[in-house]
Nanobody, 124 residues
Framework: VQLVESGGGLVQPGDSLRLSCDAY????????MGWFRQAPGKEREFLSA????????YYADSVKGRFNISRDNTKNTGYLQMNNLKPEDTAVYFC??????????????????WGKGTLVTVSS
């Protein structure tokens, strides 16, 4: 499975941005998907996960209420809608996928397949 993120860029505080994650190589319709980020000099941070059919989602407290995860299995694509962006949201954002069926909060510890990331910069 190859995951490719897109949609990153430079935005101003308060703006919104939607990231996409396209999967290639095989269908990930039975996989959980997730989003993580890593800011310069910091460890990787879990943001959100969604189960295989989108019926269950999980968010880190740092983004709950501002970010929304979704997926479209017909397109083999996942999304992360980010609203009210703040300078502290500046980071490289990674999507991930995992075929393991488990409690959704456990995906915060890592997933099997990773994209190379897309940079989001929030600055005035």
């Amino acid at each position: 499975v190859q995951l490719v993120e897109s949609g990153g860029g430079l935005v101003q505080p308060g703006d919104s941005l939607r990231l996409s994650c396209d999967a290639y190589g095989r269908s990930i319709s039975s996989y959980a998907m997730g989003w993580f980020r890593q800011a310069p000099g910091k460890e990787r941070e879990f943001l959100s996960a969604i189960d295989w059919n989108g019926s269950n989602t999980y968010y880190a407290d740092s983004v709950k209420g501002r970010f929304n995860i979704s997926r479209d299995n017909t397109k083999n694509t996942g999304y992360l809608q980010m609203n009210n962006l703040k300078p502290e949201d500046t980071a490289v954002y990674f999507c991930a996928a995992d075929p393991t069926l488990q409690d959704i909060d456990l995906y915060a510890y890592g997933m099997d397949y990773w994209g190379k990331g897309t940079l989001v910069t929030v600055s005035s």
